[in-house]
Every structure is written in C-alpha cells, then in structure tokens.
C-alpha cells in the first residue's frame, strides 16, 4: 500500500472518530430535553456543627524586648509583691522597701528610677483560644444538571450569627530589672505573670454572622424516571466571611485594661501598669476576622415523590480555618495590643430539606 494512501486513510479514520466523539460529547451537555428536569431548588434545615479544636492566642504589645521605661510612683508593697522569688536584694533596700509597705507608703518616682522591660514584646498563650458553637440555619441549595448524573451545585443559607466559646485565661508574661534610687543600693530583679483575662469567665466570648456559600460539582447515581432513591457524592469549594463581629463586654473591660497597662509604660509609668491604674490613654478594642476558603466534600442522596417534588438529605465536611484578631488601640499611641488566633472551624454540615424541579 502506498504510503499516501494510508495516509488518507488514516487521516479519514481520525476525522470520523473524532466526529463520532463529538457527537458522543456534546449530547451531554445538550439544552434539549433528555428525559430530566435541568434545574431544582431546594429548602431545609442546615445544621452546622463545628469539629475544630481551640488554638492559642499570639500576642504582640508596642512594648519592645529590653525597652527602657521609667518606674514613675509605685507603692512598696507592689514592689514586694513582684520581685522574682529567689533573686537577692540589697539588705537596706529590703528594709527601707519592709518599711514604706507597712506605713502603705509609695516610692516617689524621684526615687523609684528606671526598669528595663522584659517579655511583654510578644508571647504566646497555650491553652487559650476560640471554638465556634454548633448552629441551625434555613439552606437552600440549587442545582443545575448537565446530564442526568452531573450536576453542579451552590449551597447557600440565612448566615446564622455564631458564637465563639473562649478557652483559657490569658497572662502577660512581664519581668523587668529595676534600678531604684539610681542603683545606689543594687538592681532589682522583678517577675510576674500578669492577669488579663478568662475567656471562659462570663460567657461567649465573641460573636460573628457568618457567610459560607458553597459550590459543588456533584455525581448522582441511578437514572431519572427509573430509581425513586438516588445517593449522590460532591467536591467544592466554600468561602467562609465574617462581618457583624461583636466582643463580649466584660472580656472587652479586661483588654481595655491591658491596654491602660501598656500605655502606662510607654507614658513612663511603669509602676502604675503593676498596679491597674488607667492611663491618660483611651484604648479601644477591635475585632476581625479574616475571609477563607475551603475545600468541601459532600454524601446525599435524593427521593422522588415525583417527577417534579423531592426530598434530600446530606452530610458535608469542609476544612474550614480562619484567622481572628483582636487589636487595642489609642490614638495618641496607635496599636498598643495586637493579639491573633487561628480558628479551626472544621465544619460537619447536616441538611435536610424539599425541593421542586423544572
């Protein structure tokens, strides 16, 4: 056989096939009628039942590593209360210190000089964190079918408001060596873990309305006008946004008073912060949460009443994580407090509904 006839040959045999797969192909995704309905739209019960575990809180203060502050007025028996256990102190400083702390005396900020500042930079807190509450919604899910068994998905919902159950409590880890009284009688060396707050002490800790559409593309089995029952499986994407965010008021007190603490230091009175005394700062709390997405897989099946009503039912699971900041700022001191958590949400979704086809 000549090499160009079996050439054309060939090239006949490629362009049939090709026209048959065509043909094959495109009845799939084909407007005509093909014995099931394109479209359907259903409504029911959405229960969301985060999975995630609480993870801690990382904190930052616009106090740097070894800042320099001064002490200002401090009572003696603040000074006592403070001093790292174990570390040595000058036996006439000790005294003088005994002494003003039984009159209740003050040390004059003449007298109580300078201390540098450790550990307030940053710190994480282990055993905090936030952990979204279960929720029930209205979802209503639509569906557009390419052909009988393929279809493609948006799940939506009234966005329920969420609440976020605190864990834990928070400590500044604060120490500092003080040099009273110009050094003259030795340093001290200072160390406390400071109370912020409990998370868990006066109920949820935050709120959030939360927004997760999502979108599947999903394969159903069995065939339209022969099974009554068909299970289906879906993979998709979600994307989560938060909005209407809200700090439960007394945890927002205690960051406030965190951020009196900081602003004292930076307005040198280091000893005013040891003692919760307001500065002339006016710190204000914000709360934010970042946008995500997720992927989303999906078990369900549907039951046919008939040919146009249905029932569905079904089980998803998306890795759902987020990013929650708190921040305490002032507007003479911009951020004094910045303070970041991951959220695992991790959702498993339970829906339940009616829907119609056409």
């Known amino acids: 056989m000549k090499k160009s006839t079996f050439i054309c040959m060939a090239t006949g045999l490629i362009g049939i096939t090709s026209t048959t797969q065509a043909a094959d192909y495109s009845k799939y995704f084909s407007m005509e009628a093909e014995g099931f309905k394109r479209f359907s739209v259903s409504v029911g019960a959405l229960h969301v039942m985060p999975q995630g575990k609480a993870q801690p809180f990382r904190v930052n203060t616009s106090v740097k590593e070894g800042e320099t502050a001064k002490v200002g007025d401090i009572k003696a028996q603040t000074v006592l209360d403070n001093i790292k256990p174990g570390s040595s102190v000058n036996p006439l400083l000790k005294a003088t210190l005994d002494g003003l702390a039984l009159i209740n005396a003050d040390v004059p900020s003449a007298l109580s000089g300078t201390a540098e500042i450790r550990g307030l930079s940053q710190w994480d807190n282990p055993g905090t964190g936030l952990e979204a509450d279960d929720v029930t919604t209205l979802g209503i899910m639509t569906n557009y ?18 609440d976020l159950q605190g864990k834990g409590k928070i400590y500044a880890p604060f120490s500092a060596t003080a040099t009273p009284m110009g050094g003259a009688l030795g340093n001290l060396e200072l160390e406390n873990d400071i109370f912020i707050t409990d998370l868990e002490a006066h109920g949820p800790a935050a709120s959030a309305r939360a927004w997760t559409p999502a979108f599947e593309f999903q394969y159903h089995f069995g065939k339209t006008g022969v099974n009554k029952f068909r299970p289906y499986v879906g993979l998709g994407l979600m994307y989560a946004y938060f909005n209407e965010l809200e700090i439960n008021p007394r945890t927002e007190q205690d960051l406030i008073a ?34 995500a997405f997720a992927p989303v897989a999906t078990v369900g099946f549907t039951y046919d009443f008939n040919e146009k009503w249905f029932a569905v039912g079904s089980i998803s699971y998306a890795h759902l994580n987020n990013e929650t900041t708190i921040t305490v700022t002032d507007n003479n001191f911009g951020k004094l407090i910045e303070s970041k958590a991951d959220i695992e949400i991790n959702p498993i979704l339970a829906y339940a509904g009616i829907g119609i086809r056409f």
Request: charged share 20%; hydrophobic share 40%; glycine share 10%.
């Open 145 to 162: 079918f390419f052909t009988d068994n393929i279809s493609f998905e948006m799940k939506a919902g009234i966005p329920p408001k969420v």
């Open 258 to 291: 965190a951020g009196h603490m900081i602003a004292n230091i930076k307005q040198g009175q280091a000893g005013a912060s040891l003692e919760g005394t307001p500065s002339n700062a006016n710190p204000k709390v914000e709360l934010e949460a970042s946008d």
